[in-house]
């Protein structure tokens, strides 16, 4: 089974500043790795996700990612946040695809990030 | 249209209680998913059923039960309820042959007295 660090539980940062979140998942042959935001009393949203391909990945609100395989991370990045931005963040693992009986994911214990005014 | 969508949003019972919570999706995915997330925010996999099977069952109490009377539906009931069952319980899907994504509900904040 897979494992999934977020090692920070909480950043705060200043409107406009630059912000990362950082992943780290245990080591497989191969893996599957998302980033999904859950805004305020809401479920949780795709933010962005890598498969396979170029190693940075871009989604959603300007956020984008960078698979490093050989430090098993996935850190979350964006150049300048704003207020909206505020939300809990999920790194996610997938590492098989279990066929046609569905798939299983790992997702990390979040971490909240607070902009700043 | 919400994709996947729960009822109710919100629920307070008494300890002792059996209370259940719905899920619906209008994807056409092939696999539904209940998950529990703490007060610390940490989201942990309950079950998951594709095609009516039961294919993950991550040490939950059998006090807690997933029904699926059909693919677009899995029903969550949850018998004599415990203080601990507090948190909110989230919902999702995702599609055979896979687009690496799960679509979530917006979650049912389960409160237990």
């Known amino acids: 089974a897979q494992s999934v660090t977020q090692l920070d539980s909480q950043v705060p940062v200043f409107e406009e500043a630059p912000v990362e979140l950082r992943c780290n998942y245990s080591s497989s042959v191969s893996v599957y790795l998302f980033w999904y935001v859950q805004y305020p009393n809401q479920g949780l949203q795709l933010l962005l996700k890598?498969?396979?391909?170029?190693?940075l990945v871009k989604g959603i609100n300007g956020f984008e990612a960078e698979f490093n395989k050989s430090q098993t991370s996935f850190h979350l990045r964006k150049p300048s946040v704003h207020i909206s931005d505020t939300a809990e963040y999920f790194c996610a693992v997938s590492d098989r695809y279990l066929g046609n009986t569905g798939n299983q994911f790992y997702f990390g214990t979040g971490t909240s990030l607070t902009v700043i005014p | 249209d919400t994709a996947v969508s729960q009822t109710p949003k919100y629920l307070v019972t008494q300890m002792g209680n059996d209370k259940s919570i719905k899920c619906e999706q209008n994807?056409?995915?092939?696999?539904m998913y209940w998950y529990k997330q703490d007060s610390k925010k940490f989201l942990k996999i309950m079950f998951s059923y594709n095609n009516k099977e039961l294919i993950i069952n991550e040490t939950v109490p059998n006090r807690f039960s997933p029904k699926s009377p059909d693919k677009a539906h899995l029903n969550l009931h949850i018998n004599s309820l415990e203080l601990g069952d507090s948190a909110v319980y989230f919902c999702?899907?995702?599609?055979?042959?896979?687009?690496?994504?799960?679509?979530f509900g917006e979650g049912s904040r389960l409160t237990v007295l």
């Open positions: 999702a899907s995702s599609q055979e042959g896979w687009t690496g994504e799960l679509f």
């Open positions: 994807l056409g995915h092939d696999t």
């Open positions: 890598y498969l396979s391909g170029s190693t």
